[in-house]
C-alpha cells in the first residue's frame, strides 16, 4: 500500500473508530447496569448540572488535556478528535438507543456495547495518530515520575469512579465487568486492526553499509503495555 492510500486508511479508521466508540459508550450507559470508572464521572456531572452527557464528555476530555501540560506530553491529531467527536457521538447514540429495563435485554446490550467499544479502541488507536487524553494522562505520568502504569490507571480511576459515584453515575456489576474484561479485549483488537507502517528505505550511506557489513537481523516482539 503506497504512502497516500495509508494515510487515507488511517484517518478513515481513526473516525470511524471515534464514531464507534461514542455509540459503545451510550449502548452501555442505556444498558444501566454500570459503566466505565469516567462515564460513571460523566453522568454524574452531567446529573448535577443538568448538561448532557455528550457535551460534559467533551468538556471532561478537555480538562484532561490542560492536564497534559505539566506532565509535558504533546497530543496528536487522535487526541484532539478524541476529545472533541466521542461526545456527539455518544449523544447521538443515547438519543436512538433506548433505556432498557428488563435484565436479559440490559445484559445484551453492555456486552455489545463493551464489543464494539473494544473494536472501536482498537481502530482508533490502530490508526497511530496519538492516544486519548485519559490514556495520555495515565502514560504521560507513567513517562514523567517513573510509576507502575497499572498504579497510576487504578489511581486514577479510583479518584474519578468516586467523584462520580457520589455526584449520581451509575456504578453496577457492570462497572466491574468493564474493569475485568477491556484489558484483555483491547489486547486482541489492537494488533489485529493496527494500521501497519510503512517500511523505511535506507539512505545511500545506509545501503552502503548493509551491502559492505555482515548484519545479523534478529527477530524481537513488541510488548503491548497499558
Do not use: C
Not at 15 to 36: D, K, W, Y
Not at 57 to 62: D, E, F, W, Y
Not at 134 to 153: A, N, Q, Y
Amino acid at each position: 500500500m503506497n504512502a497516500p492510500l495509508l494515510m487515507t486508511r488511517r484517518i478513515g479508521q481513526l473516525l470511524v473508530g471515534l464514531f464507534l466508540f461514542g455509540l459503545a459508550i451510550a449502548m452501555m450507559v442505556q444498558a444501566g447496569i454500570g459503566i466505565s470508572p469516567w462515564d460513571v464521572l460523566a453522568q454524574g456531572v452531567s446529573k448535577l448540572t443538568g448538561i448532557e452527557f455528550g457535551w460534559v464528555t467533551i468538556v471532561i476530555g478537555l480538562i484532561v488535556l490542560l492536564l497534559w501540560i505539566p506532565i509535558r506530553q504533546r497530543p496528536g491529531l487522535g487526541t484532539l478528535l478524541n476529545a472533541l467527536l466521542i461526545g456527539p457521538s455518544a449523544q447521538l447514540g443515547l438519543s436512538l438507543i433506548p433505556v432498557q429495563h428488563v435484565l436479559v435485554l440490559q445484559i445484551l446490550l453492555f456486552l455489545g456495547g463493551l464489543a464494539l467499544l473494544a473494536i472501536a479502541t482498537g481502530l482508533y488507536i490502530g490508526a497511530r495518530f496519538g492516544p486519548g487524553p485519559r490514556d495520555g494522562l495515565m502514560t504521560g505520568i507513567h513517562s514523567r515520575w517513573g510509576w507502575r502504569i497499572w498504579i497510576v490507571r487504578t489511581s486514577i480511576e479510583v479518584v474519578v469512579l468516586g467523584i462520580g459515584w457520589v455526584l449520581g453515575g451509575n456504578v453496577g456489576f457492570g462497572t466491574l465487568a468493564f474493569a475485568l474484561l477491556i484489558g484483555p479485549m483491547v489486547n486482541l483488537t489492537i494488533p489485529a486492526l493496527g494500521v501497519p507502517e510503512l517500511p523505511k528505505r535506507p539512505t545511500s550511506l545506509e545501503g552502503d553499509a548493509l551491502a559492505s557489513a555482515d548484519v545479523a537481523i534478529v527477530p524481537f516482539e513488541v510488548g503491548e503495555s497499558s
